[in-house]
Structure formats: C-alpha cells, structure tokens
C-alpha cells in the first residue's frame, strides 16, 4: 500500500519561495500520477500541479502557473513542488497524492493522500 507523507511547509512573507516534499513508500510509482493539492479555510480542496512519475510531463492550476514548479527525484521517490513569489492566496494546506491516471486534475481520481503541511504566506 502506498503512503505518501509531506514536509517542508512553514510560514513565509508574501513574495518568498518554499519548497514541499512528498516522501513515497510502501509500493512502485510507475505508471502513476502525483500530484499536489491545497486547502484553504472554508473553501474545498483544489488542484495545484500533476506530474507523469514515468515521462515527467507536467500540468498546474491557471493560479500557480509560472510561479510553481513540481518535479520528482525518481531515485528517492520523492515528489517536490517548489513554489515561488507566494502571495496571501496561496495560505492552506498542501496534500500530495496518487493517481492511476496521468496529468489528471479532478481530485476524485486521487486514491491515496498525504496528512498535508501547512503553508502560511503573510503579507
């Protein structure tokens, strides 16, 4: 069974970087999708970024896009997201997670997930 646990969240100033870690046991990542989710006070779970575990091919949300970069260490099985020019919008909990479908968004699709990390961006 495959257990993904987070680190790496804290708390920043507004325009400052953080970067997440997703450390993945218990059971292959090929042919997976990993993806990163957030949830913010009072507002439903949404999608961040996806990466193909195989190809390394990406997709992110319209509101990360240019500021947030996901990527995987294959060797340490390890999934990351890299997050630039944070701003207050981006405070919540971030979720890493698996998906047997590839560059998938729809957080149905999602079958195992992190306890999440907190991210608190402070203007």
């Known amino acids: 069974q495959l257990q993904l646990a987070e680190s790496g969240g804290g708390s920043v100033q507004a325009g400052g970087s953080l970067r997440l870690s997703c450390l993945a046991s218990?059971?292959?990542?090929?042919?997976?999708?990993l993806g990163w989710f957030r949830q913010a006070p009072g507002k439903d779970r949404e999608f961040v970024a996806t990466?193909?575990?195989?190809?390394?091919?990406?997709k992110y949300s319209d509101s990360v896009k240019g500021r947030f970069t996901i990527s995987r260490d294959s060797a340490k099985n390890t999934l990351y997201l890299q997050m630039n020019s944070l701003n207050s919008e981006d405070t919540a909990v971030y979720y890493c997670?698996?998906?047997?479908?590839?560059?998938?968004?729809?957080?149905?699709?999602?079958?195992?997930w992190g306890q999440g990390t907190q991210v608190t961006v402070s203007s």
């Open positions: 990466i193909d575990w195989n190809t390394g091919n990406r």
């Open positions: 997670a698996a998906s047997p479908n590839y560059l998938s968004d729809y957080d149905p699709s999602y079958f195992d």
């Open positions: 218990g059971r292959t990542l090929d042919r997976l999708g």
